[in-house]
């Protein structure tokens, strides 16, 4: 079988690409592609040529070039997207590569396709759009592929409900975010980590103070008024990128609480079976918290946050259609 390929074409150039019957990408200062032997050397020269860009976009377009020349083979299959008109236009490849400046001077790196459908996105899949709009250039997976070619038949139906495809797309994002905003918090120090919990704290209609000395292992104690007159009174451990806590660190937690007091246990790394059982048991009542139930919290009150903890987490909202 034959590859397919999605190739992210200027708009400009796309519709001159449809009606020449061709692939064109540019950079014609780079001359013929076919004297850089690979997405590295292709790289290098773009950097000369645009040093003011980052190196993400000089990934997209060296990994656009390199696909162009080395990677397409007569027969295959392409896609190129018309933002204007939201549709996938697919084509499959008559010709080698060629560069021909004379031909079109902006866009001299070419290659003969025969176009034979266009396909308006709207009927796709939740998950097929997904996956092309998240790629520039690059192979498409044969399922992606298959659902394209088989609406071009007019014999593809979507077998998925829209409302449950995409909340299930939903959800994979959200984990994604969630997994990012954990490592995000992992790369903090262990003060950094403090001052995020403090605030956090505070955030939950506490006030924070500084540990008294003695109390050796506190990182935060919080009351509703700041004197630690009116109940509770929390006190807080903090253990970041320290392992697993174990039940005898848990109790020196434990240790430090009196009557009347509560105890929070934040551990970046989790906590084991025994640190589990001892918190259930205490005559104080602990609340165990790792990293999934810090992000947990980070998110219900991240807007209250002080402003210099947000640049610590720095978070945007993403709007996401409603069910």
Same mark, same amino acid.
Not at 164 to 177: G, N, P
């Given at each position: 079988m034959n590859q397919a390929w999605k190739i992210e074409v200027e708009a400009r150039a796309l519709y001159e690409a449809l009606r020449r019957g061709v692939i064109a990408l540019g950079w014609p200062k780079l001359g013929d592609l076919r004297a850089y032997p690979d997405e590295k050397a292709i790289k290098i020269k773009l950097s000369e040529y645009t040093p003011q860009h980052k190196e993400s976009m000089l990934d997209t377009w060296a990994s656009a070039l390199k696909t162009l020349t080395h990677d397409i083979k007569v027969g295959?299959?392409?896609?190129?997207?018309?933002?204007?008109?939201?549709?996938?236009?697919?084509?499959h490849v008559t010709g080698g590569y060629s560069y021909d400046p004379l031909e079109c001077e902006e866009w001299?790196?070419?290659r003969q396709v025969q176009w034979y459908a266009q396909i308006p996105r709207s009927q796709l899949s939740v998950k097929a759009r997904n996956a092309?709009?998240?790629?520039?250039?690059?192979?498409?997976?044969?399922?992606?592929?298959?659902?394209?070619?088989?609406?071009?038949?007019?014999d593809f139906?979507?077998?998925?409900? &829209?409302?449950?495809?995409? #909340?299930? $797309?939903?959800? =994979? +994002?959200?984990?994604?975010?969630r997994e990012l905003i954990a490592d995000r918090i992992d790369c903090l120090s262990e003060a950094q980590i403090i001052q995020l919990v403090a605030g956090l704290v505070r955030a939950m209609g506490f006030v924070t103070k500084q540990p008294h000395p003695s109390n050796s292992g506190l990182a935060v104690e919080a009351s509703l008024d700041g004197l630690g007159l009116h109940p509770p009174h929390v006190k807080v451990?903090?253990?970041?990128?320290?392992?697993?806590?174990?039940?005898?660190v848990l109790r020196e937690l434990l240790d430090c609480l009196k009557a009347g007091d509560k105890g929070i246990f934040v551990s970046t790394c989790g906590f084991n079976q025994e640190a589990t059982y001892e918190a &259930?048991?205490?005559?104080? #009542?602990? $609340?165990?918290? =790792? +990293?999934?139930?810090l992000v947990d919290i980070l998110l219900v009150h991240y807007e209250s946050l002080d402003l210099e903890l947000k640049s610590m987490i720095p978070l945007t909202r993403i709007y996401w259609p409603a069910s």
């Open positions: 295959d299959a392409v896609v190129v997207y018309d933002h204007k008109t939201r549709q996938y236009w697919l084509g001299p790196n070419l092309l709009g998240a790629v520039q250039s690059c192979q498409l997976r044969q399922e992606i592929w298959q659902q394209l070619d088989s609406l071009s038949r007019g139906q979507p077998g998925e409900q &829209e409302a449950q495809s995409i #909340l299930s $797309a939903r959800q =994979d +994002m959200e984990t994604q975010a451990r903090v253990e970041h990128r320290q392992g697993v806590v174990n039940g005898e &259930e048991r205490a005559d104080h #009542l602990v $609340a165990l918290m =790792d +990293m999934d139930q």
